[in-house]
């Protein structure tokens, strides 16, 4: 029918509203269409049983009155009449094909065509539709239909056998529809069920009942239009200078087209959300607010493709509308939208707070918003470059984010209390784990500002039962907080970040004891594996932040050794993820590249790689430097390395013939470690000192003055190691003015030196000299004999253990043996064994505490 | 709980009392004596006058905290006296005490049965180690409830409270002998350990304190947070005999030392590290074998170095600057102030002087070590004798420890010999044993 009206206006633009876009919605139309129809069927009712005349006044009238013309009243005036006639009898025709090959289907029970049919049927009938009422063969086939789908149910259950998966298909298909489809027709179906034969009979007499041959056609074209554009997108409203109101009773029935429309292509997302910007508007009561907000935020995250993040200005209006739908929740306590709330099923009334609920419930999950409104910005500073001011003016929406975190907080704070309705921990543990990713990374005056300004949207009366108000000016008790809640609470995974959030803050705030007790108790390092890739990016993350923190408090030791898995692995920018490496001879799918674009952080995240890399070879230098001194005097002991990577630059370094005023930090660090070797302490400071990105460190002449103090010590092992063989006393004195040490500080590191068998050396007290002892030169034969026995025992103790794994069920036996042995042989010589395995590895013992053991790059490439 | 150290009396010497540390891992009984020499402390050595009144008060006060709920009554209406200046305490002790008696009544007559059948030969020569079937002999012969038996728990419970550790301890042995209960076992364990504590009973201290060790580690093991919980009292519990019984001093700290128990003085209680090191500093002369010494020793630095940001006291410090940082002047000063902390120490009160020779005979060792030619004089003040006294010392020390070293009389020195190692030495030491491990190894292997 709308087509040929259609047709017949030239003037309306809707004609440009192609076909196609009409089928694609057809559907929905449809059930619109037959919802509208049960409303007016019972309008219709009622007009039956009281008088004829009432009914042109009534609402459902316009539709009533077309259908009436093109059906075979012979009043109308109209010579397109009789054309419909035609066409409707052809369409009736078909239906009865239709309906022949359903009860087919029926026969042989093939529910794949029934269902297919069944839809076309649905489709068929639309058009045919009288006045509101479906052809008399339309309800007695889905009637019948019903019966035979809940035999067919019956019998489903008892049979062992099943169906095959189309036919399942098709029944769960038909089931589902066919429920609510025959609600819309339910009384016709009644009537049907009550006396079959009567019913088909008197639908002859009752058809032509209602007479509204006073109106003229015209008006009701005009008014048919309305409704259609009432349905269709409001397209006419402004051209025709006149607005359509959308009325708040209609709100309903388009969310619901809209959800259906979900997802499927070609429909129009701008136009749709449109439509809901508009219903907003109209919506009176929170609940119906609640439902336009909640499909208007989702259908704008529908705008973000795979791909590319949502437009700017949507992902505004959703922070806005999210932000409004959370205070409308916070005034309207009565409402809550938790996940599995029950679907509220008929969209002509708004629900009401029956006498004995305590809440309307409105299907929908907040943190899920949240989430994804925090995704979407994140995939957009991704994509932004970081250089430019967009990005800082996209940061800022950061602030916005965290306000509605902290509301969102608060509204599950206050559902959770009560009980019965069951918010699951999970929800509430997401978004404080979202909390604390907004700010876990940042400086504690940062967090501060954050903090304060977003409970200054709050309003005062309301406070966090978590992460109460007071909390706000002091960061590091609120990240305290909010990780502890998640430990206590959650499990897994969020257990483990929220660990990693807290420890990574501490160890940004210099509270390096506290973060590597934290990491060491934690036991991360031995089960990171198993955890997903952004979590062991988290603990990477981490890792680093721990070994600056300890560099910045002095203890070179411990950095070099944290940052070693990192930095020596030559691949910190992936195992940071801040930036995809080139990989040269790597096959890497396109699909692998995307998931591994979509990891990487935001710049604003970052640890800054050049000043990492720079602190990592700082330390190795202070520590490798000492060392290579101490081995070079005597090139057979076992030779250990620290760092390789530090020992591949510097023999690159070497190499080069010609070597200008250093360039970049390598350089300096470079030319720094050759002039500590050669015991020019005062150069290589110098070289470390001019490196400019000390600065970016918040105390940087605090570490600057730790450097020059450990490479002024560093320079005196180094030229003790170097120079000793040609020495057979040294003052201290000379040594104290050469590296401007204190006497007793220098007297303090040799002693250190003798102590641990570093130096084969004697300090005298009278004459306060170092007396070096001569004939400790080993010959090369006898230092072959000793590397040769070191060996031997170390097979024999390989081996030992090798058997000892093997047999792990039975070894007792052996270990025993081992005890009873150890016993005959003394105590005596096993301690001087471990003692002098202690004595030459006490420099890399001196930790004793170590994690190792960076989250490993294959990992994080899966 | 325990009275606050005011700077004003103890001086510096306060800041380091473990009191309030140690108290949260004690039982009420076992701070007690703690309190008492609190109070002892106070007491002025010649006269026997209180020195602080207010502070007396105040631990008197602690005293009637502590004890007030525990059912010791008479002592307990004493010190209420005391403290109000009452001459007859309040009505409501007397009804305590009734109360309390009537229980003790109460439960005496419930064990009467199974406490007279214990006694009797023919009984006790029936009884086997399986526990279950002990119980159901004594049912089937006896008439013994199991009611009866956990009545035995409750007196044994009972009379601890009153003080009367001994028969505690008794009903308590012979409950564990009976109950098939586990929890109420190790509960009667803890209980039977505090009791023999308190009795000084050593040697069967020891032994409960074995088996509260099992007990922790294999029915705790599923249970980490419990554990180290456990884990911490005992290593409180346990100063008692360690400081007062000769040989339980082994054992304990090779318990200490154990890899759990180290983890759990660094995890939970790094104060404990002082207990410890004295406890390994003054075993230096004593312990069989010095190899494990020298073993314990490097734990003890390695310890102290890592649990330096969080726990120092003098010891601990004295401890850093000898083996650390090689200030042996440091360690001089440190170890003035280590001798006053152990003074006012309950436990380490007695080892105080030990502890001092020790810690010299350490700081002489490792300057020899270090240096070949020490001047005497020097060494005298840095031992803190007289030149004569100094030179006595050394002989001493040169015959005691074997050290190869000499006096050079003349020029006032000490000669430091220190041969250097020989490498072929070195090289028989390290094949020394692996012939026989080869051998070890090969039968495992035939196995």
């Excluded at chain 1, 940004?508 to 934690?522: G, I, N, P, Q, V």
């Excluded at chain 1, 490196?691 to 320079?715: C, N």
């Excluded at chain 2, 010497?13 to 009191?19: G, K, P, Q, R």
């Excluded at chain 2, 004798?385 to 020390?397: F, G, H, S």
Aim: aromatic share 8%.
């Amino acid at each position: 029918m709308s087509r040929f009206f259609r047709g017949g206006d030239d003037s309306s633009s809707e004609s440009s509203s192609d076909e196609e876009e009409l089928y694609t919605s057809e559907e929905e139309e449809e059930e619109e269409q037959e919802q509208e129809e049960s409303s007016e069927e019972e309008d219709e009712e009622e007009e039956e049983s009281s008088d004829d005349e009432a009914g042109p006044e009534k609402k459902g009238l316009s539709r009533f009155l077309v259908d009436q013309a093109s059906s075979e009243s012979e009043e109308s005036d109209v010579e397109g009449a009789t054309k419909v006639k035609s066409a409707k009898d052809k369409r009736f025709d078909e239906l009865e094909a239709t309906i022949t090959t359903i009860q087919n289907g029926q026969k042989i029970n093939d529910w794949g065509s029934i269902s297919n049919e069944f839809d076309k049927l649905n489709r068929q009938v639309v058009k045919l539709q009288d006045g509101g009422k479906a052809p008399k063969s339309y309800i007695k086939c889905i009637a019948e239909l019903e019966d035979f789908m809940n035999e067919t149910q019956a019998k489903q259950k008892v049979t062992p056998k099943k169906m095959n998966a189309t036919m399942a298909r098709g029944f769960n298909a038909v089931k589902q529809r066919i429920k609510k489809n025959n609600k819309d027709y339910q009384s016709q179906i009644d009537a049907f069920r009550k006396d079959s034969d009567a019913f088909m009979e008197s639908d002859e007499e009752e058809a032509p009942l209602p007479k509204p041959s006073k109106v003229k056609f015209a008006e009701a074209f005009v008014s048919e239009e309305a409704a259609e554009d009432e349905e269709k997108g409001f397209a006419r409203v402004d051209k025709r200078g006149k607005a359509i109101p959308f009325s708040p009773e209609s709100i309903q029935k388009h969310l619901r087209s809209i959800v259906e429309s979900r997802g499927r292509k070609n429909t129009d997302r701008a136009e749709q959300i449109r439509i809901m910007e508009e219903l907003n508007k109209v919506a009176e009561t929170p609940y119906l607010k609640i439902r336009v907000l909640q499909t208007l935020v989702s259908a704008r995250f529908d705008l973000g493709s795979a791909t590319a993040s949502m437009p700017l200005e949507h992902w505004k209006a959703a922070e806005r509308e999210l932000a409004a739908l959370l205070s409308l929740l916070e005034t309207h306590k009565n409402h809550v939208v938790i996940e599995g709330a029950e679907e509220w099923e008929d969209d002509d009334k708004v629900p009401v707070l029956g006498p004995d609920d305590k809440y309307i419930k409105v299907p929908g999950s907040v943190v899920s918003y949240i989430e994804r409104l925090d995704d979407e910005l994140t995939r957009s500073l991704q994509s932004i470059d970081p250089h430019t001011s967009e990005y800082i003016d996209r940061l800022t929406d950061e602030a916005d984010l965290y306000n509605i975190i902290l509301q969102g907080l608060l509204y599950y704070e206050t559902v959770r209390k009560d009980a019965s309705l069951e918010i699951p921990q999970e929800s509430l543990n997401r978004i404080i784990q979202r909390r604390l990713d907004h700010v876990y990374f940042k400086p504690a005056q940062v967090v501060k500002i954050l903090e304060e300004n977003s409970w200054k949207q709050v309003s005062s009366s309301i406070d966090s039962a978590i992460t109460p108000r007071a909390l706000a000016g002091d960061a590091g008790q609120l990240i305290h907080t909010l990780c502890n809640y998640l430990f206590s609470n959650s499990e897994g995974i969020i257990r483990a970040r929220a660990m990693l959030c807290q420890i990574y803050f501490l160890a940004l705030h210099d509270e390096y004891y506290k973060a590597r007790d934290m990491m060491l108790t934690s036991h991360l390092q031995e089960n990171i594996a198993n955890f997903d890739v952004a979590t062991q990016i988290l603990y990477n993350r981490t890792l680093v932040q721990v070994g600056l923190c300890a560099f910045r408090r002095g203890l070179v030791y411990d950095a070099q050794n944290t940052l070693q898995d990192i930095c020596g692995s030559g691949r910190q920018k992936e195992l940071l993820a801040q930036g995809v490496m080139m990989q040269r001879y790597s096959q890497v799918t396109p699909e692998q590249e995307r998931l591994e674009k979509q990891r990487q952080l935001p710049f604003h995240m970052h640890i800054n790689l050049e000043l990492l890399e720079c602190v990592y070879l700082t330390c190795s230098m202070l520590l490798e430097i000492p060392l290579l001194a101490q081995i070079g005097s005597s090139p057979d002991i076992k030779k250990r390395v620290i760092s390789k990577t530090y020992r591949r630059m510097l023999e690159y370094h070497e190499r080069q013939i010609f070597t200008g005023p250093p360039e970049n930090t390598r350089d300096h660090v470079m030319q720094a470690s050759k002039a500590l070797a050669a015991g020019e302490w005062k150069k290589a400071t110098h070289f470390i000192h001019s490196i400019k990105i000390w600065d970016l460190m918040p105390s940087a002449e605090e570490i600057k003055t730790m450097l020059a103090k450990q490479i002024q010590e560093e320079g005196l092992r180094t030229y003790l190691f170097t120079y000793a063989p040609f020495y057979d006393t040294l003052a201290v004195e000379t040594l104290s003015t050469m590296f401007e040490l204190d006497s007793s500080k220098v007297a303090a590191v040799v002693s250190k030196m003798i102590s641990h068998e570093e130096l084969a050396a004697a300090l005298d007290q009278v004459t306060n000299t170092v007396i070096f002892r001569k004939g400790v030169e080993l010959s090369r034969l006898q230092s072959l004999a000793l590397a040769l026995s070191d060996k031997a025992s170390a097979l024999i103790e390989t081996n030992e253990r090798t058997l000892e794994v093997r047999t792990q069920g039975s070894a007792n036996a052996f270990s025993r043996k081992d005890g009873r042995q150890g016993g005959q042989r003394g105590g005596g010589q096993r301690g001087g064994r471990g003692g002098a395995r202690t004595g030459g590895n006490a420099q890399r013992q001196a930790g004793g505490t170590q994690f190792t053991g960076g989250a490993l790059g294959a990992a994080v490439r899966g | 709980m325990a009275s606050a150290p005011t700077p004003a009396a103890g001086g510096n010497v306060a800041e380091y009392d473990l009191m309030l540390k140690l108290a949260p891992h004690l039982d009420r009984h076992l701070i007690f004596p703690l309190l008492e020499f609190s109070a002892g402390q106070l007491l002025d050595e010649e006269t026997g006058d209180v020195k602080d009144e207010a502070k007396a008060r105040e631990i008197n006060q602690a005293k009637y905290a502590l004890l007030k709920k525990t059912d010791m009554t008479d002592y307990v209406a004493n010190l209420y006296c005391d403290l109000e200046g009452l001459n007859e305490p309040p009505a409501e002790f007397a009804d305590k005490k009734q109360k309390v008696f009537s229980q003790l009544q109460k439960y005496e007559q419930e064990t009467s049965k199974i406490i007279e059948l214990l006694e009797r030969d023919d009984v006790v020569n029936n009884l086997r180690s399986d526990k279950v079937a002990n119980l159901e002999f004594l049912k089937r012969e006896h008439d013994v409830t199991i009611e009866m038996v956990n009545a035995l728990y409750d007196l044994g419970n009972l009379q601890y409270s009153c003080g009367n550790y001994a028969d505690a301890s008794e009903m308590l042995y012979r409950f564990r002998v009976l109950s098939t209960d586990n929890d109420k076992v190790a509960f009667a364990t803890w209980g039977r350990l505090a009791c023999e504590i308190l009795t000084m009973n050593w040697e069967s201290a020891m032994e409960e304190l074995q088996k509260v060790r099992e007990t922790i580690d294999s029915k705790l093991s599923q249970n980490p947070l419990a554990q180290l919980q456990h884990r911490t009292a005992l290593i409180h519990w346990v100063l008692f005999p360690l400081f007062n019984f000769e040989k339980a001093r082994e054992p304990i700290l090779e318990l200490f030392f154990n890899a759990g128990y180290i983890n759990t003085i660094q995890a939970n209680c790094a104060w404990i590290l002082r207990y410890l090191a004295v406890a390994v500093i003054t075993n230096r002369g004593r312990a069989k074998n010095p190899g494990i010494h020298q073993k314990q020793m490097k734990d003890v630095v390695r310890i102290v170095k890592q649990e330096a940001y969080e726990y120092q006291d003098p010891v601990t410090r004295f401890v850093h600057a000898l083996y650390l940082d090689f200030d042996f002047e440091e360690a001089q000063r440190q170890l003035v102030l280590a001798e006053e902390v152990l003074r006012s120490d309950f436990f380490l009160l007695a080892h105080a002087d030990d502890f001092v020779d020790s810690a010299r005979h350490l700081i002489f060792e490792s300057y020899c070590k270090i240096h070949s030619r020490i001047s005497l004089k020097d060494l005298s003040a840095r031992l803190g004798l007289n030149t004569d006294d100094a030179e006595k010392w050394i002989v001493n020390l040169i015959r005691d420890t074997r050290l190869d070293a000499k006096i050079d009389y003349k020029e006032g020195t000490v000669v430091m010999n220190h041969p250097p190692s020989s490498v072929y030495q070195q090289v028989i030491e390290k094949t020394k044993g692996g012939f026989f491990r080869t051998q070890v190894l090969s039968a495992a292997v035939a196995k």
